[in-house]
């Protein structure tokens, strides 16, 4: 785990009936401002002007079913290509401490993704790991990787 605290002050929020709203660049229209959509804004942000990622290779909130119950993942980030998944992110709200039922989320979501990397994060605490399909390894990285340097 390493600590870097990525949550932007600086997104697109507007107050609407007495509501917060924050502008989804994915999906092009404003969400309520919960704790994880801030999370969940300020990761794609970082992601797209930082690292490098496509807006477009980018999807949100993406359906997934697992032992016949009914899921949504947070980030996928598709390859160049778009044919295989790079990146599988699971935000949680930044009042949460990240634990292993986190982690047993996003490993169960990677059965169906089969991402070459898994991140959970709060904002401020974030856990990445690169997986090897073949050899099924997985290792501990202390940075999230540059989408320039997909191979």
Not at 134 to 140: A, D, M, T
């Amino acid at each position: 785990m390493f600590k870097s605290n990525l949550l932007n002050k600086n997104l697109r929020v507007e107050l609407i009936d007495s509501k917060k709203f924050i502008f989804d660049q994915v999906r092009k229209k404003k969400v309520i401002m919960t704790p994880e959509e801030w999370v969940r804004q300020s990761i794609i942000f970082y992601l797209v002007k930082t690292l490098n990622y496509p807006l477009g290779l980018i999807s949100v909130e993406s359906s997934l079913k697992y032992n016949n119950i009914n899921k949504r993942s947070d980030i996928i980030v598709k390859s160049r290509q778009g044919l295989n998944n790079y990146l599988l992110v699971e935000c949680k709200s930044f009042k949460l401490k990240l634990n292993g039922t986190h982690l047993s989320q996003v490993a169960m979501y990677n059965k169906k993704y089969s991402s070459r990397y898994l991140m959970i994060t709060n904002g401020i605490s974030h856990v990445v790991f690169s997986v090897d399909k073949k050899s099924k390894k997985i290792n501990l990285l202390d940075y999230i990787p540059n989408y320039k340097d997909l191979d």
